[in-house]
Structures are given as structure tokens and as C-alpha cells.
């Protein structure tokens, strides 16, 4: 299987994507977003430093997210491919990625902003990693997968989401042209159903 990235705004569907290339082609998902979650819940020094970071729509320093991702790409379940989710998000961190990996397609999961904000409005969270839309939860408070109890992220408060896509266009975006330039961008329709969406990853990745 191949070594995969996926680029896209926050709320264009990332995250729901990668798991479902988890499920179906069995490879990581690595989403250095969950890691930074996770550590914030733990309390770990890494979480305390990107905590502030993360409520604030801004992203956390490169160095720290580096070492983060080079580490986890060493681990024997990367041996026959990946899927990195949030992981570039600056050109610093694809040059440094560039260095330790060779990245086989970086998809670019593609949705207008006023979609995105409908998407982020609604998103609905569960401590284990999914990710749930209000409109597809049909009232429900608790998660499918474990029935944990479903929150709203922090950063997806209106404000954090006026933050992060404006951080999303000064830093992240210019990977398109990276990835364009390195001939491994492929764009990825992300507006309609997520199975829809799927089948066109699936299209894209064959
Ligand atoms: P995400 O779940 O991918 O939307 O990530 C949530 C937040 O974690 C982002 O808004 C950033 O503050 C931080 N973060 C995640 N991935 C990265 C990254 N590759 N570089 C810098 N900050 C990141």
C-alpha cells in the first residue's frame, strides 16, 4: 500500500476520510491532531506546551510536530504504508517529511468555506477519535463505536474556526502547489455524501 497524505482545510472531512483508507486498506492513521489531544488530556509536557497552541487556532511550532511524526513513522505498523491526517501543515514540516519518508499521493480533500463552516459548526466528537456531524446523529449524545459521551472540540467555538482557516490559508494551502510541483497532488471532490467522497478517494488512490 502506499505512503499517503491528505491536505485539505480544517472541517473538509479529513479525519473521516483517513478512516475509512484505515478500514479498508488496513494502514495507520496517523493524525497528529488526536496525538496533540490525547497529550493534552494526559497532561504530558507535550501537551501543555501545544495546549495554548491549539485553543487559539494557531498552529504548534514545527519542531514539535516533527519530532512527533518522524517518531511514529518508525513504528512497524508504517512498514507498508500510511495515511497522514493534518501532517503537513506548513512547508517546513513537508521538507522535513521529505527528508525521512518518500510520499507516494497527497489528496486534496477539496470544499468550498461555507461548506467547511456548516461542517464545523456541527461536528460532534467522542474521546476514542470519531468524529460525528449533528445531522447524521439523529438526536443521539453518545458515540456508535463506544458510547462515549460526544463533545464539541474547543477549537471549533466560531471564533477558533475564523483562526484556523486563516492560518489554513497563509501556511497549509501552499503544500498544493508542493505536492502539484512533485507530481503527487491528486484534488478529491469532498462535497456530498461521505461515501460519495469515498469512492472518489478510492478513485483517486488506485
Ligand atoms: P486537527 O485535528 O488536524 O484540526 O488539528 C487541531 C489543531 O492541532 C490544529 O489547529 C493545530 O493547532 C494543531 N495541529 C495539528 N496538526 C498540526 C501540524 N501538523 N502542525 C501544527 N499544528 C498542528
Redesign the pocket.
Known sequence: MKNIILLGA?GAGK?TQAALIHEEFDIPHI????I??RNIKEGTPLGVK?KS??DA????P?EV?IGLVEQRLQEEDCKNGYIL??????IP?AESLDKVARIDIALNIDVPFDVIMERMSGRRMCACGETYHVSTLGGATTCKKCGGELYIRE?DKPETVAN?LKVYEAQTQPLIDYYRKQGKLKDVNAVGAIDEIFENVKKALQ
Request: without cysteine.
Open positions: 480544517p479525519g493524525s497528529t491532531g488526536d496533540l489531544r501545544a497552541f491549539i487556532g494557531e498552529l504548534v514545527d510536530v491526517d493534518g501532517f503537513p501543515r506548513t514540516q477549537d484556523r
